[in-house]
């Protein structure tokens, strides 16, 4: 059963970056066809979407957070990563890592989070 798990430092401080990890364990992703999203929520707040790589490393970003994100990694269908830069306390949330088979339309696997905190 493929599992899904987020790391990540926990507390940043404003102005810097956060890089967070998602890694896969339990068994591998069954296709080749395959999307990794990355997946917000701040307290008293809806889910909010972060953004997706797909299989072939193309990558799509929430316009309001396109400046300040990266995402990278999947190819090896093993890990990938999520660094946001320039924080503010805006930023905090749980940060949930997904991935997709065959259509970016559902999650197939989701990992349980990793708490982001933005404070001095």
């Known amino acids: 059963q493929v599992q899904l798990r987020e790391s990540g430092p926990g507390l940043v401080r404003p102005s810097q970056a956060v890089s967070l990890t998602c890694t896969v364990s339990g068994g591998s992703i069954p296709t080749n066809f395959y999307y990794w999203t990355w997946i917000r929520q701040s307290p008293g707040k809806g889910l909010e979407w972060v953004g997706t790589r797909t299989y072939a490393g193309a990558t799509y970003y929430n316009p309001s957070l396109a400046s300040r994100t990266s995402i990278s990694g999947g190819r090896s269908k093993i890990q990938f990563d999520l660094q946001l830069t320039s924080v503010t306390p805006e930023d905090t949330a749980v940060y949930y890592c997904?991935?997709?088979?065959?259509?970016?339309?559902?999650?197939?696997?989701w990992g349980q989070g990793t708490q982001v905190t933005v404070s001095s």
């Open positions: 997904a991935i997709s088979l065959g259509s970016a339309n559902s999650f197939d696997y």
